[in-house]
């Protein structure tokens, strides 16, 4: 083998030519083989410059020759990297035995290939991909190595990110199925062409009976024929015309999502299927379960539909009840009916028993009515004690007066609760339709009404609704808001009826009458107090009657006369507040009236009102005061000998019915003088109503009344004509 210098080469190296001995003083580089060679290491060198990194090392590892790419993609100039080694680019991107395998490679004489990462003078990180291969010297000892490099950065930037891509979107698709697995709600995505590409076990669960037919690539009008065919879908019904329409109904909802839409379930649950398209074509949906939310809305509409204590359908019900019938029944021309039924005695039975009784009583009459009607009647609790009913046929006002009263002839049957026998009584108020063009709240005003003039009448009675019922409630409501206009205005009025005592002829005092005039029209005292009872105005027109009279009286005593005791009417609402004896001896002393200048009058049936123990504490609080406590109207009520030791009452009034017709040896004589021996019996004073004629008054007088009121002594007198009364007397008898 023989060496030749070849000084051209990067400045050092050898190359070995075939041929035998070893060359001397010979002209070499005459030589054709040298100047081949040297023509073709010149072209390689060239090359090489041109598009490889180079590098020539000794067998320690110092570089020893560099070409000008090296120092370029290194950044470093060739005296900076002639006498050091590799390890001035280490990046520390490679593990040690990276480079042990290298020396190991290229120690042993063979050639090693590989990529390194190298670090450039600025710290920019490069790739080559590297081929070093051993410098044999003639003895075949390695004298050095050669590397040559080729700038791959570009590439493995290229390949890392399309890792960190690759990487990126297997994190995104284990996130996207972990998120999907722990979704509950059914998801689903279909491609711009409809074809299922994504969806997660939920929507498996969402339908289960065409779960297995749920493939990638399956359309979703092919899913949604799958499912109407296994039943899936209650909805679609079971004719191939309803079928068909549900399919339809369903892509055109898919295919253009809105508003979300719900679904019933083979098995009886609901889903709600809420899809939007993206931007890309896609559509995604989202199915959920929402069984137990209109299980609750369905709980929370019977709640509000229904009545806790008797399980009957309410007001609102009744009414959307009606409101179809009524439809119906203009259409056909035939007659349905409403009564309104109420409980007469519901708050004695409370009183007496106790709530939970009368509750017990509320729902077996529930239970009576019902038992009494067929389906296609409707029975409603509109009220604490008031019940509707409604039938949506009836021949005419007859058939349905009759039902009614073998109703009530039901209901009013004793029941036996807790041990106790307990007696209810009702009362109906009727009304038929259509009627004009009234509608349904029209007729259950009408039933209403009917109702009012039932328990007004007579209890325990059927009424129906005639229009003069109505114009009645409207001449009551407006008499009701005239009247509280009245009382804000201070325009009630009154007359006072003079008393006598018989025996002398001597005035003793006068009763307070109730007078009004509404738009000119004199209303009766007894509609003026039923008119402000009913409309909660009662202890207001109390109130102004008293401080009326108590006026009138105070007037009369500033002039010198000496008007007497003062009697006044008070009505049952007045004693059923706690308030009215303190109130009373109040506006009396405001105007000067001690309790001894006042009588109280109360009716027979004031004494048998539910409210009895607040009523008594009032009277007996009044009496202990001085004031006298008068019954009135005596002998056309309820009122017993009982009474009359159960309360403190001072004077008895006998009602004027007896007074007129009272002639010698009739029976009204008889009872009048009855009574009066009675009164005397219980020391109790009597004043006679009504007396109009002298026979009357020497009748009286002969039984042994103690006073007397009627026209025969004086008419009323208004408060104006109080003084001349009083000073057409003996000023001996009547001034002070």
Same mark, same amino acid.
């Given at each position: 083998?023989?060496?030749?210098?070849?000084?051209?080469?990067?400045?050092?190296?050898?190359?070995?030519?075939?041929?035998?001995?070893?060359?001397?003083?010979?002209?070499?580089?005459?030589?054709?083989? $040298?100047?081949?060679?040297?023509?073709?290491?010149?072209?390689?060198?060239?090359?090489?410059?041109?598009?490889?990194?180079?590098?020539?090392?000794?067998?320690?590892?110092?570089?020893?020759?560099?070409?000008?790419?090296?120092?370029?993609?290194?950044?470093?100039?060739?005296?900076?990297?002639?006498?050091?080694?590799?390890?001035?680019?280490?990046?520390?991107?490679?593990?040690?035995?990276?480079?042990?395998?290298?020396?190991?490679?290229?120690?042993?004489?063979?050639?090693?290939?590989?990529?390194?990462?190298?670090?450039?003078?600025?710290?920019?990180?490069?790739?080559?991909?590297?081929?070093?291969?051993?410098?044999?010297?003639?003895?075949?000892?390695?004298?050095?190595?050669?590397?040559?490099?080729?700038?791959?950065?570009?590439?493995?930037?290229?390949?890392?990110?399309?890792?960190?891509?690759?990487?990126?979107?297997?994190?995104?698709?284990?996130?996207?199925?972990?998120?999907?697995?722990?979704?509950?709600?059914?998801?689903?995505?279909?491609?711009?062409?409809?074809?299922?590409?994504?969806?997660?076990?939920?929507?498996?669960?969402?339908?289960? %009976?065409?779960?297995?037919?749920?493939?990638?690539?399956?359309?979703?009008?092919?899913?949604?024929?799958?499912?109407?065919?296994?039943?899936?879908?209650?909805?679609?019904?079971?004719?191939?015309?309803?079928?068909?329409?549900?399919?339809?109904?369903?892509?055109?909802?898919?295919?253009?999502?809105?508003?979300?839409?719900?679904?019933?379930?083979?098995?009886?649950?609901?889903?709600?299927?809420?899809?939007?398209?993206?931007?890309?074509?896609?559509?995604?949906?989202?199915?959920?379960?929402?069984?137990?939310?209109?299980?609750?809305?369905?709980?929370?509409?019977?709640?509000?539909?229904?009545?806790?204590?008797?399980?009957?359908?309410?007001?609102?019900?009744?009414?959307?009840?009606?409101?179809?019938?009524?439809?119906?029944?203009?259409?056909?021309?035939?007659?349905?009916?409403?009564?309104? %039924?109420?409980?007469?005695?519901?708050?004695?039975?409370?009183?007496?028993?106790?709530?939970?009784?009368?509750?017990?009583?509320?729902?077996?009459?529930?239970?009576?009515?019902?038992?009494?009607?067929?389906?296609?009647?409707?029975?409603?609790?509109?009220?604490?004690?008031?019940?509707?009913?409604?039938?949506?046929?009836?021949?005419?006002?007859?058939?349905?007066?009759?039902?009614?009263?073998?109703?009530?002839?039901?209901?009013?049957?004793?029941?036996?609760?807790?041990?106790?026998?307990?007696?209810?009584?009702?009362?109906?108020?009727?009304?038929?339709?259509?009627?004009?063009?009234?509608?349904?709240?029209?007729?259950?005003?009408?039933?209403?009404?009917?109702?009012?003039?039932?328990?007004?009448?007579?209890?325990?009675?059927?009424?129906?609704?005639?229009?003069?019922?109505?114009?009645?409630?409207?001449?009551?409501?407006?008499?009701?808001?005239?009247?509280?206009?009245?009382?804000?205005?201070?325009?009630?009025?009154?007359?006072?009826?003079?008393?006598?005592?018989?025996?002398?002829?001597?005035?003793?005092?006068?009763?307070?009458?109730?007078?009004?005039?509404?738009?000119?029209?004199?209303?009766?005292?007894?509609?003026?107090?039923?008119?402000?009872?009913?409309?909660?105005?009662?202890?207001?027109?109390?109130?102004?009657?008293?401080?009326?009279?108590?006026?009138?009286?105070?007037?009369?005593?500033?002039?010198?006369?000496?008007?007497?005791?003062?009697?006044?009417?008070?009505?049952?609402?007045?004693?059923?507040?706690?308030?009215?004896?303190?109130?009373?001896?109040?506006?009396?002393?405001?105007?000067?009236?001690?309790?001894?200048?006042?009588?109280?009058?109360?009716?027979?049936?004031?004494?048998?009102?539910?409210?009895?123990?607040?009523?008594?504490?009032?009277?007996?609080?009044?009496?202990?005061?001085?004031?006298?406590?008068?019954?009135?109207?005596?002998?056309?009520?309820?009122?017993?000998?009982?009474?009359?030791?159960?309360?403190?009452?001072?004077?008895?009034?006998?009602?004027?019915?007896?007074?007129?017709?009272?002639?010698?040896?009739?029976?009204?004589?008889?009872?009048?003088?009855?009574?009066?021996?009675?009164?005397?019996? %219980?020391?109790?004073?009597?004043?006679?109503?009504?007396?109009?004629?002298?026979?009357?008054?020497?009748?009286?007088?002969?039984?042994?009344?103690?006073?007397?009121?009627? $026209?025969?002594?004086?008419?009323?007198?208004?408060?104006?004509?109080?003084?001349? $009364?009083?000073?057409?007397?003996?000023?001996?008898? $009547?001034?002070?």
């Amino acid at each position: 083998m023989r060496y030749i210098k070849c000084p051209e080469f990067m400045s050092a190296g050898t190359i070995a030519l075939s041929g035998h001995g070893v060359a001397e003083d010979v002209e070499i580089a005459e030589h054709p083989a $040298y100047r081949q060679l040297a023509t073709e290491l010149t072209a390689y060198k060239n090359a090489l410059d041109t598009h490889a990194i180079v590098a020539v090392t000794d067998r320690r590892g110092i570089i020893t020759a560099v070409n000008e790419p090296f120092c370029r993609i290194s950044g470093y100039s060739r005296d900076e990297l002639l006498g050091k080694t590799h390890a001035i680019l280490n990046s520390g991107s490679h593990e040690r035995a990276f480079f042990q395998t290298m020396w190991r490679t290229i120690a042993s004489n063979e050639v090693w290939r590989g990529e390194i990462c190298n670090r450039a003078k600025d710290g920019r990180l490069y790739w080559v991909d590297t081929t070093i291969a051993p410098v044999v010297a003639g003895n075949g000892q390695i004298e050095g190595y050669v590397a040559i490099r080729t700038d791959i950065t570009q590439r493995k930037l290229a390949e890392a990110a399309r890792e960190a891509e690759v990487e990126a979107r297997q994190k995104v698709e284990s996130l996207v199925c972990d998120v999907m697995s722990a979704i509950p709600d059914g998801v689903a995505a279909f491609d711009s062409d409809d074809r299922l590409i994504l969806w997660n076990e939920g929507f498996l669960e969402t339908y289960p %009976l065409v779960a297995p037919k749920v493939t990638q690539g399956i359309t979703f009008e092919e899913l949604l024929r799958e499912g109407v065919a296994c039943g899936e879908f209650l909805q679609a019904g079971n004719s191939p015309v309803s079928q068909e329409a549900f399919v339809q109904r369903a892509l055109r909802d898919h295919l253009n999502p809105g508003a979300p839409v719900q679904r019933k379930r083979s098995e009886g649950g609901w889903i709600q299927v809420r899809e939007k398209k993206t931007p890309s074509g896609y559509i995604v949906g989202v199915r959920t379960d929402i069984s137990d939310l209109k299980a609750a809305e369905e709980r929370l509409r019977l709640q509000a539909e229904t009545d806790a204590l008797t399980g009957l359908v309410n007001r609102k019900v009744l009414l959307r009840r009606l409101n179809s019938t009524l439809v119906a029944r203009r259409r056909d021309g035939e007659y349905g009916a409403l009564a309104f %039924l109420d409980l007469d005695n519901l708050k004695v039975i409370n009183d007496i028993h106790g709530h939970d009784i009368g509750d017990s009583v509320i729902r077996t009459l529930a239970e009576r009515v019902s038992a009494m009607i067929d389906k296609s009647a409707t029975l409603a609790r509109v009220g604490g004690d008031e019940f509707a009913l409604l039938w949506p046929k009836v021949t005419g006002d007859q058939e349905a007066l009759t039902w009614c009263e073998d109703l009530l002839a039901t209901l009013d049957r004793p029941m036996k609760i807790a041990g106790r026998a307990i007696a209810p009584r009702c009362s109906v108020g009727l009304a038929l339709f259509p009627d004009r063009d009234h509608g349904a709240k029209d007729i259950l005003k009408h039933a209403d009404i009917a109702l009012y003039e039932a328990k007004n009448s007579r209890r325990g009675t059927v009424r129906l609704f005639a229009c003069d019922m109505r114009q009645k409630i409207e001449r009551n409501r407006k008499l009701a808001d005239n009247l509280a206009v009245a009382l804000l205005a201070d325009e009630i009025d009154i007359v006072l009826q003079p008393q006598v005592r018989i025996s002398t002829m001597q005035h003793e005092g006068f009763e307070a009458l109730l007078r009004w005039k509404c738009e000119g029209e004199a209303i009766p005292p007894q509609e003026i107090v039923a008119i402000a009872e009913g409309h909660h105005l009662g202890l207001q027109l109390g109130d102004a009657v008293i401080s009326r009279a108590c006026r009138a009286h105070a007037q009369m005593q500033a002039l010198g006369f000496k008007a007497g005791r003062l009697a006044i009417n008070v009505t049952t609402a007045q004693l059923r507040d706690s308030e009215f004896s303190r109130r009373l001896i109040q506006l009396s002393g405001d105007f000067g009236l001690s309790p001894e200048d006042l009588c109280v009058e109360i009716t027979e049936t004031t004494l048998l009102d539910r409210a009895l123990e607040i009523i008594t504490a009032n009277l007996e609080d009044l009496h202990e005061q001085g004031v006298l406590i008068a019954l009135d109207d005596f002998g056309t009520g309820y009122a017993s000998l009982t009474h009359l030791k159960r309360f403190p009452v001072d004077v008895l009034k006998i009602d004027r019915s007896f007074i007129m017709h009272m002639t010698p040896g009739s029976d009204d004589a008889a009872v009048t003088e009855a009574m009066i021996n009675l009164a005397r019996t %219980l020391h109790i004073e009597v004043v006679a109503e009504g007396v109009e004629t002298s026979e009357q008054y020497a009748m009286l007088r002969e039984m042994g009344c103690d006073l007397a009121q009627g $026209y025969l002594v004086s008419r009323p007198v208004p408060p104006s004509g109080l003084a001349g $009364y009083l000073s057409t007397t003996t000023k001996s008898e $009547y001034l002070v």
